[in-house]
C-alpha cells in the first residue's frame, strides 16, 4: 500500500472522529435542553462540549479520549447539565471504552477498562450520595462487555494489518525474485552472444588473414576462404538474431531455430577446420541421450575451448574427446599450442569465456578444470552428470 494512500486513510478517519464527536455533543446538548438540565443552554453546550470532544482522538489517543469523556461526563453530572440517568451521556461512556479497548494495547485497554468503572462508579456516587448498590450494577456490566467487543475488534484489526504487511512482504519478493530472473536471463542472454560471437568472429578472422595472403598467389583458394568468411558471418548473425529474438514480444511469432546441440558438432569441427586448425574427434562410450540444457552446456564447452585455441593457443592440432559414462558425460579439448601453465584466454588479458564456461558447468551440477597439457599446450576437461538440475 502507497503512502499516500494510507496518508489519505488515516485523515478520512481523523475527520470521521471529529464528526462524531460534533455529533455526540450536539446530542448529548439536546439531551439535556429536553430533560431541563440546570444551569441554562449555555452551560449545557460548554459540558456537553467538554464531554464528547475527547471522542474526535478516539483512534490515535484512546487512553487519553477515555479520561477525557469520563471528566466530562463527571462535569456534566456535577453542575447539574444533565439529569443522573441520561442514556445517552452513559453511551458516550460505553463508545469511549470501546474505542480504548479497539485502538490501545493491552496495557492500555486495561486501564482504560479500570478508569472507565472507577468513573462510572463516581458518576453515579456525584449524582446521588445514598444511591443504591444496584445502580453501580450496570457500569460494573455494561463496562467489560463493550470492552471486550473492542479486544475482539482489535484483534481482527491486528490480523488485518499482520496480512496487509505479510502480503506486502510476499510482493516485495516476489518483485525481487522477478528481478533476479531478469537478471539471470540477462546474463544468460550475454554468454550465449559471448559464445556466438567469439567463434564467430574468431574464424572469421583467420579465414580473412588467409584469404589476404593468398589473394595474389591462389585467388581460388583466397575465394573458398572469404567465402567461408562470408558463410560463418551469416551463421553467427542467425544465432545472434535468435539469442535477441528472446527480447521481442511473444506475440510476433518467430521461427526460432534450436538451439545447437552435440548432434551439430560436426558442424562446429568443420568450421574450425576451414579455419585452418586440424581437429579430431574421439568419442568413447554408447552415446547417452542428453537433456536439452546439459546437450547445449556441452556443445559450448567444446566451442569455447575450440575458439580460444583458434585465438590464443597458436596450435597446429586439437583434439576433442567426448567420453560417455555410466552417470555423466566426460569432455576434454586440448591443444599443442603454446606451452606453459597460462591460460590462453588469461594470457590475452580476457577470460570471460572461460568464467561463462565455468559458470555454466557449475549450473549443471557438473565441474571444469582449464591447465597445461602434460606435454605442452592446453587442455579444458569438463563432467557433466547426466541427471543434473538448472536451465541453459
Known amino acids: 500500500m502507497s503512502t499516500a494512500v494510507n496518508d489519505s486513510r488515516v485523515a478520512g478517519a481523523r475527520r470521521a472522529d471529529a464528526g462524531l464527536a460534533a455529533a455526540a455533543a450536539a446530542a448529548v446538548f439536546a439531551d439535556a435542553l429536553a430533560d431541563g438540565g440546570e444551569g441554562g443552554w449555555g452551560l449545557m453546550l460548554l459540558t456537553s462540549v467538554a464531554m464528547c470532544a475527547p471522542l474526535a482522538w478516539r483512534r490515535t489517543e484512546p487512553v487519553a479520549a477515555l479520561v477525557g469523556v469520563m471528566l466530562g461526563a463527571l462535569l456534566h453530572t456535577a453542575l447539574g447539565t444533565a439529569v443522573p440517568d441520561s442514556a445517552l451521556a452513559f453511551l458516550v461512556a460505553l463508545f469511549a471504552c470501546y474505542s480504548v479497548a479497539a485502538h490501545a494495547p493491552l496495557t492500555g485497554a486495561l486501564a ?63 518483485d525481487e525474485r522477478a528481478r533476479a530472473a531478469v537478471a539471470a536471463e540477462r546474463a544468460r542472454i550475454a554468454r550465449e552472444l559471448h559464445d556466438i560471437v567469439a567463434h564467430g568472429v574468431s574464424v572469421m578472422v583467420v579465414q580473412s588473414g588467409a584469404a589476404r595472403r593468398l589473394l595474389e598467389s591462389d585467388p581460388a583458394t583466397a575465394r573458398r576462404a572469404l567465402e567461408h568468411v562470408e558463410a560463418t558471418g551469416r551463421d553467427a548473425l542467425a544465432e545472434m538474431r535468435r539469442m535477441l529474438g528472446v527480447l521481442r514480444r511473444a ?142
Not at 140 to 158: C, M
Not at 295 to 319: G, S
Open 112 to 174: 482504560g477498562l479500570a478508569v472507565a468503572v472507577a468513573g462510572s462508579a463516581a458518576v453515579v456516587r456525584v449524582a446521588d450520595a445514598a444511591a443504591p448498590v444496584s445502580d453501580f450494577l450496570a457500569p460494573a456490566l455494561f463496562f467489560p462487555l463493550v470492552w471486550g467487543l473492542g479486544r475482539v475488534v482489535h484483534g481482527r484489526v491486528v490480523q488485518t494489518l499482520q496480512l496487509r504487511r505479510s502480503a506486502q512482504r510476499l510482493e516485495a519478493e516476489r
Open 251 to 392: 506475440d510476433d511469432d518467430l521461427a526460432l531455430t534450436p538451439q545447437p546441440r552435440l548432434d551439430q558438432l560436426d558442424v562446429l569441427v568443420r568450421r574450425t577446420r576451414d579455419a585452418g586448425l586440424p581437429v579430431d574427434v574421439r568419442v568413447e562410450g554408447d552415446r547417452t541421450e542428453l537433456t536439452a540444457g546439459v546437450d547445449l552446456v556441452a556443445y559450448r564447452v567444446v566451442q569455447e575451448a575450440l575458439t580460444n585455441v583458434l585465438k590464443h593457443a597458436r596450435a597446429t592440432r586439437a583434439v576433442v574427446e567426448l567420453r560417455y559414462g555410466a552417470t555423466a558425460l566426460a569432455l576434454e579439448i586440448s591443444d599443442d599450442g603454446r606451452p606453459g601453465g597460462t591460460p590462453p584466454a588469461a594470457a590475452a588479458g580476457d577470460g570471460h569465456g572461460l568464467v561463462g564456461m565455468r559458470e555454466r558447468v557449475t549450473l549443471y551440477g557438473g565441474r571444469v578444470e582449464a591447465a597445461a597439457g602434460a606435454g605442452g599446450g592446453f587442455r579444458v576437461s569438463a563432467l557433466l552428470p547426466y541427471d543434473a538440475g538448472g536451465s541453459p
